[in-house]
T-cell receptor, first 111, second 116 residues
Framework: GQSLEQPSEVTAVEGAIVQINCTYQ??????LSWYQQHDGGAPTFLSY????GLEETGRFSSFLSRSDSYGYLLLQELQMKDSASYFC????????????FGKGTRLHILP | DTAVSQTPKYLVTQMGNDKSIKCEQN?????MYWYKQDSKKFLKIMFS???????INETVPNRFSPKSPDKAHLNLHINSLELGDSAVYFC???????????????FGPGTRLTVL
């Protein structure tokens, strides 16, 4: 069946760099998305990778390797406001374009 | 201007009641969704509507029924509420594939449903 795996929690220090990994298993694949969700808030879109490589948007970058069914979200110059949950998501082309979210990675940032 | 809005934000009700959650998007998107996020933060799609047609119907109980009067609105009606229905329900919308497609989902603020 289809699934996404990402770590449940990651802890990093303010100002540092952190990488959140995501591996996926789908019967078809369009691309990998990342969303951020603060406590009590709604998920907000961060990035989308359809092709292999690194996409950079400010302090956040996202990487995809289609051959490895793997991607990651890289957060640089961490700020306390980056404390949130981060979800990877795919649209499974082989399953009626069903959208699947990972279980989320809770990022804790220490001062 | 709010892109995706939901009402109510909080909903507390007794078991067995029937309730509705409303969603509206002013982005001109073709597809709208309902998601359920449980206490463990697991986000799971329930329904998807494209141009008023149901295109995904996850294995949710038939007590849940989506209604789309037009492509800007997707309401969720829940019959005979159960304790396990307590969760945060998010509405979302997205644009169909096209040039520059990024598969971005725009989420509403969520409705926290508590069933007593």
């Amino acid at each position: 069946g289809q699934s996404l795996e990402q770590p449940s929690e990651v802890t990093a220090v303010e100002g540092a760099i952190v990488q959140i990994n995501c591996t996926y298993q789908t019967s078809g694949f369009y691309g990998l998305s990342w969303y951020q969700q603060h406590d009590g808030g709604a998920p907000t879109f961060l990035s989308y990778n359809a092709l292999d490589g690194l996409e950079e948007t400010g302090r956040f970058s996202s990487f995809l390797s289609r051959s490895d069914s793997y991607g990651y979200l890289l957060l640089q110059e961490l700020q306390m406001k980056d404390s949130a949950s981060y979800f990877c998501a795919v649209r499974d082309e082989g399953r009626d374009d069903k959208i699947i979210f990972g279980k989320g990675t809770r990022l804790h940032i220490l001062p | 201007d709010t892109a995706v809005s939901q009402t109510p934000k909080y909903l507390v009700t007794q078991m067995g009641n029937d309730k509705s959650i409303k969603c509206e998007q002013n982005l001109g998107h073709d597809t709208m969704y309902w998601y359920k996020q449980d206490s463990k933060k697991f986000l799971k799609i329930m329904f998807s509507y494209n141009n008023k047609e149901l295109i995904i119907n996850e294995t949710v109980p038939n007590r849940f029924s989506p209604k789309s009067p037009d492509k800007a609105h997707l309401n969720l009606h829940i019959n005979s509420l159960e304790l396990g229905d307590s969760a945060v329900y998010f509405c979302a919308s997205s644009q169909d594939q096209g040039q520059g497609y990024t598969d971005t989902q725009y989420f509403g603020p969520g409705t926290r449903l508590t069933v007593l």
